[in-house]
């Protein structure tokens, strides 16, 4: 029950289930718990000043102008009165107290809590390089973020996108079609390399290339130069300075965990958690971009997930294990991605492959890899090719051992290479 007080001067609000982060994960925490009749209150306490939103657009449909805000948010303003989930906006957790089973918020509200959930996701990792804080250099992780940035765009002509992953990709898509000059730097010998084999990269490389992206690959940045505190350019390692407008950070996030280490929680690289999302504190549960897990998709090591799939399937754990019926976390990740017209959707973790089978013409533009693993299926990325998406999760949940020429056999559907 909520119940509110003072101590010490201090306001004091408690519930029985507080929420840390309203981002995916949190949002689907209360969502299913309610669905579950879980009757007890709910708060969910978020920094950001919005209700709960979709992130995923914002590097797509929002920064193209296609999209508009209110209909990423994941439920309108009355879903969450009606299911009575107090909605604490604007407020970031600083501190966690697990044996008085309080939070203390930066505006020094204390809320005590009957089960604490962690779902605070993650931050943008910022350049640490000189002039990474100049005006002109953004992230794209809230819609604040999209917000300046897009505020930014008429005067913009040429924009640095810093880092080849699936985010600052789908912002050079989006830039180049707004007719930006858009130049991609990437320290590593090709796009997508941390999550994607070789023939992916090449495909979406040469797609960008097509587009006029200029491709800048085994690049380090080594200062962000600019006049009277605003961007000019990107200083490389050997000196050489590539003229902008604006600069477009996409190298990854750090998990927002401080507050639950400092109060005793195992982890590191974001909290770790057992199968059920428990924390290493009693009563406490950590979820989605910040829960660091044991995947039985990654051989059991300790992985984080960043994907709208992880977010709401832990969601969901966590919902089972509060409302009486604990289930482990076996769920199969996938993923996807909007780059020009091109819908990629992937399922499994290709990470550790040691065998890529290209099924179908990539120059058709629809076309999928799978992902072998000593014989076996581990994963799969459909370039609009929604069928073999379909058709092909099953292969990679039972690691399927297919002969690599009928995998490439597109006369063969892969629902009939199941085991
Ligand atoms: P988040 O959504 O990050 O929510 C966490 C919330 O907690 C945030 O609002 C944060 O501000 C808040 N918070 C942090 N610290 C505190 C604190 N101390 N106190 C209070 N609040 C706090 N995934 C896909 O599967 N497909 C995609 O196509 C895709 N595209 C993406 C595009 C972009 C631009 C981005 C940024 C992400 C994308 N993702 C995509 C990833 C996906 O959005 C994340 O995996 C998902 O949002 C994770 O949900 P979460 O709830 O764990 O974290």
């Given at each position: 029950m909520l119940q509110a007080g003072r101590s010490g001067g201090i306001r004091v609000q408690h519930y029985d289930i507080v929420i840390v982060g309203g981002g995916h994960a949190g949002a689907n925490l209360a969502i299913g718990l309610r669905q579950r009749k879980f009757a007890g209150s709910i708060a969910i306490v978020g920094e950001?000043?919005?209700?709960p939103y979709e992130r995923p657009p914002l590097s797509k449909e929002y920064l193209a102008g296609e999209k508009p805000f209110e209909r990423m948010l994941?439920?309108?303003?009355a879903f969450w009165q009606e299911r009575e989930v107090a909605m604490l906006t604007g407020h970031c957790v600083l501190a966690v107290d697990a044996e008085a089973h309080t939070v203390t918020t930066a505006a020094g509200l204390a809320i005590g809590y009957g089960e604490l959930v962690w779902a605070a996701g993650g931050h943008a990792r910022r350049l640490?390089?000189?002039?990474?804080?100049?005006?002109g250099v953004h992230s794209v992780r809230s819609r604040a973020d999209v917000d300046r940035l897009m505020a930014e765009l008429p005067t913009t002509g040429r924009v640095a996108v810093i880092g080849g992953g699936y985010i600052g990709l789908e912002a050079a898509a989006v830039l180049t079609k707004f007719g930006k000059t858009v130049t991609l730097f990437e320290t590593q010998d090709r796009v997508l390399a941390r999550v994607a084999g070789r023939a992916l990269s090449h495909f979406y490389q040469e797609e960008h290339r097509a587009h006029g992206v200029e491709l800048r690959f085994d690049v380090m940045v080594d200062t962000i130069v600019g006049t009277n505190g605003r961007v000019t350019g990107v200083r490389l390692a050997d000196g050489e300075i590539s003229p902008c407008d604006m600069v477009i950070v996409g190298i990854g996030i750090v998990p927002a965990v401080g507050p639950l280490l400092a109060a005793g929680a195992e982890g590191g690289n974001g909290v770790a958690v057992d199968e059920y999302c428990r924390?290493?504190?009693?009563h406490v549960h950590a979820i989605g971009d910040c829960a660091l897990h044991a995947n039985p998709f990654a051989d059991n090591l300790p992985i984080r997930l960043e994907s709208v799939q992880n977010a709401n399937d832990q969601a969901t754990i966590v919902a089972k294990a509060l409302t009486g019926a604990p289930e482990p976390y076996a769920a199969v990740p996938w993923f996807w991605s909007n780059q020009y017209d091109l819908k990629l959707q992937t399922v499994g973790?290709?990470?550790?492959?040691d065998a890529e089978v290209v099924r179908g013409d990539p120059a058709s533009r629809s076309f999928s890899i799978l992902y072998l693993k000593e014989g076996h299926v581990v994963a799969l990325d459909c370039v609009n090719s929604t069928r073999d998406y379909v058709q092909g999760r099953a292969l990679v949940i039972a690691r399927s051992r297919v002969a690599a020429d009928r995998l490439a056999d597109t006369a063969i559907p892969l629902k009939d290479m199941a085991q």
């Open positions: 950001e000043p919005e209700l994941i439920r309108p303003a640490s390089c000189m002039g990474g804080d100049l005006a924390t290493s504190l009693p973790l290709s990470a550790g492959h």
